[in-house]
């Protein structure tokens, strides 16, 4: 069963009907265990080493209870139900047994007893080695010539080695998320303590843990693209080899980096609105109220103010009056076209070509001895309609233009040559010799 079906695993520990109760002695009692191996290098633990062992907890955590040799049998049998301590012995209920912890008793008493929290050394040295790790089963793909090659040399590292250092480092962050969770209370702690004497020690814990976020997603920007980079050329190689395991297991790996380098940017996000709010708190209420008489009078008036009910008074605010005469309101006409017959015969009319008749007219006026462009655009607009001269008044100036040689002084004068029109003066020089 893998991680991937949630719905089985959930129905298989509903089945199971698993369950944790541990009490302070059982954790206490675990963690003797597991400093005793740790400094004997045991593997295992015979019973009566078990009941000794219990019974020296039970003198620190309940030095009045009554048989702990009994008690100690009840917690090993309540442990091994619990999946705590397992026997490792072959002798069954014959005699007395061995027995070694668990990776669930070992994760338990880890959690308690190391502080193993995420640093710029450590985060520096774990994603230095897995840079490396990648690198060389990105060497070990592009050689890679069966599934044998593909299962031992890149699908098997991805999955152990790879996949142990990337736990590693999510280890660490959930230890840094605790550490950080441990700052916080501490803060809490000294402002309900201390209250204006803490202000320093406050802002040492906020720049600290600030400056090792900081760090810490730098690093984490920086180097979760390469391995991402590196992962999908595994993952390309894959493909292309047909290969569906190594470019499953890449692809696991893949979303397990997303997956920290998200971390990253979402706790520097959250430390950041609990930074700006722990220093409008001390700079709103802590230094404006060092002595704490503010905060104790409301404390004592809030604490004086018995059972009665809170009240909220407000004023009615009348509406303003606009003092202005009321206008009957102006029905515009719908916007329309105007109906045609658009079924109608087309008509035939006489081919006109404008540009062509007006360059007529420009000739025959210079050939009369018109020597200005507004002489010029005079005389021919008075051949024309009205709706084109316009247009029209472009037309001549291009063909006087073209027609004859144009000179002007250094500043030329605007002349009316109609009632709504205009032109530049140019001084026109005779026809131009066609070749």
């Known amino acids: ?94 005699r007395a047994g061995e027995y070694a912890l668990t990776r669930l008793a070992a994760a338990v008493i880890e959690y308690f007893l190391a502080d193993e929290a995420l640093t710029r050394e450590s985060l520096s040295l774990l994603t230095g080695t897995l840079r490396a790790q990648l690198a060389d089963i990105l060497a070990t793909a592009r050689k890679a010539h069966n599934d044998e090659d593909w299962r031992q040399r890149v699908v098997a590292p991805l999955r152990i080695t790879v996949g142990d250092m990337v736990a590693g480092i999510e280890r660490r962050q959930r230890g840094l998320d605790a550490q950080q969770e441990e700052i916080q209370a501490e803060i809490a702690s000294l402002l309900s303590n201390d209250w204006f004497s803490a202000i320093d020690r406050c802002q040492s814990l906020l720049d600290a843990t600030t400056h090792t976020l900081r760090e810490l997603n730098e690093i984490l920007l920086r180097d979760t693209h390469h391995f991402v980079a590196l992962l999908q050329d595994i993952q390309a190689l894959a493909v292309s080899a047909e290969n569906v395991e190594a470019e499953g297991a890449a692809q696991r790996v893949i979303e397990h980096v997303d997956r920290i380098g998200a971390w990253g940017g979402a706790r520097q996000k959250a430390w950041s609105e609990y930074y700006q709010y722990v220093h409008r708190y001390l700079r709103d209420v802590v230094r404006l109220d060092p002595d704490r008489a503010l905060s104790q009078r409301l404390r004592d008036q809030i604490a004086e103010w018995g059972n009665r009910p809170f009240h909220l008074l407000a004023a009615h605010a009348g509406s303003i009056c606009l003092l202005r005469t009321l206008e009957a309101r102006v029905e515009r006409p719908v916007v329309a076209r105007p109906k045609t017959d658009r079924e109608a015969e087309p008509a035939w009319v006489e081919a006109e070509n404008a540009l062509a008749d007006i360059e007529v007219l420009v000739s025959r006026a210079l050939d009369e001895g018109v020597d200005t462009l507004a002489g010029l655009t005079v005389q021919v607009l008075a051949t024309l309609t009205d709706d084109s001269q316009y247009v029209a008044a472009g037309r001549i100036a291009d063909a006087a233009a073209r027609l004859a040689r144009l000179r002007s002084s250094r500043e030329r004068l605007w002349l009316e040559v109609g009632e709504q029109l205009e032109v530049e003066e140019w001084t026109v020089q005779g026809r131009r010799k066609v070749e």
């Open 1 to 94: 069963m893998t991680a991937s079906d949630p719905n089985r695993l959930i129905a298989s520990l509903v089945r199971d009907q698993v369950n944790l109760d541990l009490k302070t002695a059982d954790v206490c009692f675990l963690a003797g265990l597991y400093l005793r191996a740790d400094k004997a290098g045991l593997a295992s633990f015979e019973e009566d080493l078990l009941i000794d062992l219990f019974e020296q907890v039970c003198d620190v955590v309940e030095p009045a209870a009554e048989n702990p040799r009994k008690r100690a049998t009840h917690a090993i049998q309540r442990l091994r139900e619990q999946r705590m301590l397992a026997r490792v012995d072959g002798a069954g209920i014959v």
